[in-house]
């Protein structure tokens, strides 16, 4: 018999673990650190471990582990999964604006609702009294394929809904897009273009591959989101529009579409598609145009079905990004690890309002995959953040004649080139290679390792040819005198220069640092997770590998990649010099600052140090910081121009503090 006490303690593990991660991953403002995260994650592990029977299909634990599939069983929706009529210009659009009024003559004011449409692939989620249950893709509209254990691996899907503000539906159906950002997107096919797996086209493909794995663990692996645009059956739901609708299933904990808006009229509308044309680049996933529905569900009904698509919405899409050009040549690039790179040259053309001459080509493999000649005419796609590449070549044009041969001699070191076992990847062995060591001082450099601002890339390479900079350590012996040799160098410049090298020694977190060397497979995200388990870079780099691959996120592949880089003693050797240097952080954990146990929330204007500074101040005393003001906020530090934010802390009783106040708790 499990004790009444126990039941209780996992029933409150899951509460909690539920609330971090809808603020993670649905609102993107989390409240606690990654490793308070992971510590109450281990906790409820521990507990279910001991007692299975406590283990709910619905628990945060139950995300990752269904065992892998034969084959996809398939279900049939409820109702149909409908496609959208497209307009691809304005006049499209207005007589489909047109046709619509015409048919909905009588009808006093018509609202529209006005959203981005997410390039991605479209999925229904089915959850019983709260309880996510089932998941499946689109299929064919009326029979879609079960991924049910798939979908549970995405954070932003709830496996449970909140029941807070207002009452669970019976029964309810949600469809929206699940989609990869670009970042993450362009990172994953640089670590697929590592590892010699086929590169995906864009990702749309990568987010549909993705979801379609016989195996939940790959799924899990890669690195998907979900937006909710819409309902299919329900239960027990009483909105009646569009917006309404939205708002509900968002205080239920479902990430719903962002940027959306309501419009009255065609001006607006159209207002709103050069609107969000134009912010396309700035939105971290792709969007290939607006989705525009009527937002009353009784006119919706009015309207009905065309039929294959609704008639109360349409599909504006965005010009094309793809545009045809010339390929002149194709260069090898050598970056910090040595891996050559190959990179199209291309006619200069226009994409989308910016010119593009260069593209990716990852490995010798993507040229074969393309069946590329130089002097070919291709098809190039350039998809904001997603780096421009090349699709196809059109072979009803002259084809080229040249075919790429990978050199067999580094271009810029000599050194004869390698082909590691099971890679794709041609590599220069030599590490003193002057490509690669500007590489890795630019990694080192940059502004989510340690920072050293103005120290670019022109800067670098001067200071690599001149010989002064042979690692990243070898920064900090310069001296000021060196950096005014440089070209179009002067003395502001060079003294900012030494300053920000100095400063770089005092911020210097061991994240950061462990980010910095540059080991391969190990980003900035693997990098923050190893510094939450040692308390010194000594630490790590003695660390065996049977401590490294303890480690949830580390498999034997990247512990093997540290080992290997700790064992050369070029490597340890400057480790020793940045420790001479005085970079030798220590792990911040356990945070006991003055500041722990308290949350912080910034509103309005700060004089002294920018918003982000302030929090780092925080965090760094152990504090923590939020975006929204909730009850558990202990301070609301209000500046000129703090609006609602100061107006709800007064109204939940929460202390409003001036900067200086501010100042007075971090600074004495
Ligand atoms: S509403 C009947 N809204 O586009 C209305 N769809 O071409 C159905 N999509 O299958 C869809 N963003 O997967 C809607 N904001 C959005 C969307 C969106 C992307 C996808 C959806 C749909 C396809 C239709």
Redesign the pocket.
């Known amino acids: 018999m499990i004790s009444l006490d126990i039941k209780k303690k996992a029933d409150e593990l899951r509460t909690e673990i539920n609330y971090h991660n809808h603020r993670y991953y649905v609102l993107d403002d989390p409240e606690v650190s990654d490793a308070e995260y992971d510590k109450l994650m281990r906790a409820l592990s521990a507990l279910e471990a001991k007692y299975p029977e406590l283990v709910t299909p619905d628990s945060p634990t139950q995300r990752v582990g269904a065992k892998p599939l034969d084959k996809f069983l398939t279900v049939q929706h409820k109702q149909p999964?409908?496609?959208?009529e497209?307009a691809m210009d304005e006049a499209e659009f207005e007589q489909w604006y047109e046709r619509l009024m015409s048919e909905l003559k009588g009808a006093k004011e018509i609202d529209f609702v006005a959203?981005?449409?997410?390039?991605?692939?479209?999925v229904e989620l089915v959850y019983e009294k709260g309880i996510f249950k089932v998941g499946s893709t689109?299929g064919d509209g009326m029979t879609g394929e079960l991924i049910t254990e798939n979908l549970k691996t995405i954070k932003s899907i709830p496996l449970r809904l909140i029941e807070e503000d207002f009452p669970l539906p019976a029964y309810l159906e949600v469809?929206?897009?699940v989609f990869i950002n670009k970042d993450a997107f362009n990172k994953l096919n640089r670590e697929r273009a590592q590892k010699g797996e086929e590169l995906f086209a864009n990702p749309r493909n990568a987010a549909a591959g993705s979801l379609r794995q016989l195996d939940p663990k790959i799924t899990a692996a890669r690195p998907l989101d979900i937006?909710i645009?819409?309902i299919g059956d329900t239960k027990g739901v009483k909105e009646k529009t569009h917006q309404d609708m939205m708002e509900y299933l968002s205080a239920l904990g479902l990430k719903v579409?962002r940027h959306?808006q309501l419009c009255g009229n065609l001006e607006e509308l159209k207002k709103y598609h050069e609107k969000m044309l134009s912010e396309r680049d700035k939105i971290p996933y792709e969007?290939d145009g607006?989705?525009i529905?009527v937002n009353d569900f009784s006119l919706r009904d009015r309207l009905g079905m065309r039929a294959r698509?609704?008639r109360?919405?349409i599909?504006y899409k965005f010009p094309a990004r793809e545009e045809t050009t010339k390929l002149l040549d194709i260069k090898v690039q050598v970056g910090r690890t040595g891996a050559l790179t190959p990179v199209a040259i291309l006619e200069p053309v226009s994409v989308g309002g910016v010119e593009v001459s260069r593209a990716t080509l990852h490995n010798q493999d993507e040229i074969k995959r393309l069946d590329l000649k130089i002097g070919d005419t291709v098809v190039i796609k350039r998809a904001g953040d997603v780096i421009p590449k090349i699709v196809k070549v059109i072979t009803s044009k002259p084809r080229g004649k040249d075919n790429f041969i990978m050199p067999d001699k580094c271009p810029e070191c000599g050194s004869k080139i390698v082909f590691p076992q099971d890679e794709v990847i041609a590599r220069c062995p030599n590490i003193a290679c002057p490509a690669q060591v500007k590489g890795r001082i630019e990694h080192f450099a940059q502004r989510e390792a340690m920072n050293i601002e103005g120290l670019g890339e022109k800067i670098i390479e001067q200071l690599v040819n001149k010989g002064l900079v042979k690692d990243p350590s070898d920064l900090y012996a310069l001296t000021k005198d060196d950096i005014l040799k440089m070209e179009r160098m002067g003395e502001k410049l060079a003294q900012n220069i030494m300053d920000a090298i100095k400063n770089s020694i005092k911020e210097a977190t061991l994240p950061r640092l462990i980010y910095a060397l540059g080991i391969r497979h190990v980003g900035e995200a693997i990098a923050k997770t190893i510094a939450e388990h040692f308390q010194s870079i000594d630490e790590f780099m003695e660390a065996p590998q049977e401590k490294l691959e303890e480690i949830p996120e580390i498999g034997s592949v990247v512990a093997e990649t540290i080992r290997q880089f700790f064992s050369d003693s070029s490597n340890r050797k400057v480790i020793e010099k940045l420790k001479k240097a005085g970079i030798d952080p220590k792990a911040g954990k356990p945070k006991v600052g003055k500041l722990a146990g308290l949350i912080f929330v910034f509103t309005g204007e700060l004089e002294k140090y920018p918003r982000s500074k302030a929090k780092e101040i925080v965090e760094s005393l152990g504090g923590k910081t939020s975006e929204s003001v909730s009850k558990k906020v202990s301070y609301v530090v209000a500046g000129p121009g703090a609006g609602e934010k100061q107006d709800k802390a007064k109204k939940l009783g929460i202390k409003v503090i001036d900067e200086k106040e501010f100042l007075k708790m971090v600074e004495e």
């Open positions: 999964m409908v496609s959208l497209n959203e981005p449409k997410i390039d991605g692939t479209a689109r469809r929206g897009e937006m645009h819409g579409i959306s969007i607006i989705v529905k698509s609704p109360w919405a599909a």
